[in-house]
């Protein structure tokens, strides 16, 4: 069982389902009555929407862990579990499975919301997963950029199914607001995912050389790649502090937060990054841009001060 969850990473599956739920009960619904925001779905409804994302976020886990068994080998030795604990027969059916279930309630839901083009919104989620596993992922940044959309959207789908269907001339600036507010943090995740899957290239490059990828590091260099992506962590420290100094200065409890769980560790990643050399260094770099989306997603319990 316990190898079955580490296949899926559960870990990783638990913080979107957080994330989504955060979005829903501690930013859109806690304003129904001051601000007037409508949601679409119900409790169960959102459940089903929750569960298809993870049944296709897993199930892109699953079939990403069958094409990297070569790199894994040399990357991760230890923590090879295709062909090792599970057949990569048993994967490969736990991939399509799963893509049935995630995909089939996305069907469900969009039809039941009154807005059956939504479930392209999964099917292209699902497809794009596989095809980056099988061939994207070898593409120089392609597969990158890919893989960090489709987390942005993880975060989006949230508010495209709560909030845009239920859109009336009377409530459609409230709606707008808050949509865009979930489009900040969708575009927050997709800048902090790409430069961690750049530092896992970057930390991977000896086994991904050997499968033939083509990752950053392999085609300008560990050294290279690593500048480039201290440039990059720039911009996710640059628009925080922007958008603190912009709209959260009066909140000294908020300022805190974001100076000391947010902007801090930003800045820590990017001194890291500018001296690191070891793998040992990208794999603590990679643990903490994980937290920072952690610490920058837990933000949105806060617009209770932000919108009082």
Not at 94 to 123: E, P
Not at 193 to 199: C, D, G, H, K, P
């Amino acid at each position: 069982m316990i190898h079955f969850l580490n296949l899926i990473r559960w870990k990783n599956l638990i913080m979107i389902a957080l994330v989504q739920i955060l979005i829903k009960y501690a930013l859109l619904l806690p304003f129904f009555e001051s601000y007037g925001v409508v949601t679409t779905l119900s409790s169960l409804a959102f459940f089903l929407l929750v569960l298809a994302t993870i049944c296709i976020a897993a199930g892109g886990y699953v079939i990403n862990d069958i094409y990297d068994v070569e790199a894994d080998k040399i990357n991760k030795p230890n923590k090879v579990i295709i062909n090792t604990h599970i057949s990569e027969k048993i994967a490969l059916q736990l991939f399509i499975i799963l893509n049935v279930i995630g995909v089939g309630i996305g069907f469900y839901l969009s039809n039941g919301i009154g807005k059956s083009g939504y479930f392209v919104i999964f099917f292209i989620a699902s497809a794009l997963l596989y095809i980056y596993s099988s061939y994207l992922k070898q593409m120089l940044l392609v597969g990158n950029i890919v893989i960090s959309l489709v987390v942005a959207l993880c975060i989006l789908l949230v508010g495209i199914f709560e909030l845009l269907p239920v859109i009336t001339d009377n409530n459609r600036i409230i709606q707008i607001f808050f949509f865009r507010i979930i489009l900040d943090y969708s575009i927050f995740a997709f800048m902090i995912n790409l430069i961690r899957e750049l530092v896992k290239d970057i930390e991977d490059v000896d086994g991904d050389h050997k499968a033939g990828m083509q990752t950053l590091p392999i085609a300008l260099g560990r050294e290279r790649t690593s500048k480039i992506v201290f440039v990059l962590s720039l911009i996710p420290l640059i628009s925080v502090v922007y958008y603190v100094v912009t709209n959260l200065f009066k909140q000294q409890l908020l300022v805190g937060y974001f100076l000391v769980l947010v902007i801090a560790p930003l800045i820590y990643i990017s001194i890291k990054l500018f001296s690191a050399e070891h793998k040992s260094h990208y794999k603590h770099i990679s643990l903490m841009l994980k937290l920072v989306m952690l610490t920058g997603m837990f933000s949105i319990f806060l617009y209770n001060y932000v919108l009082e």
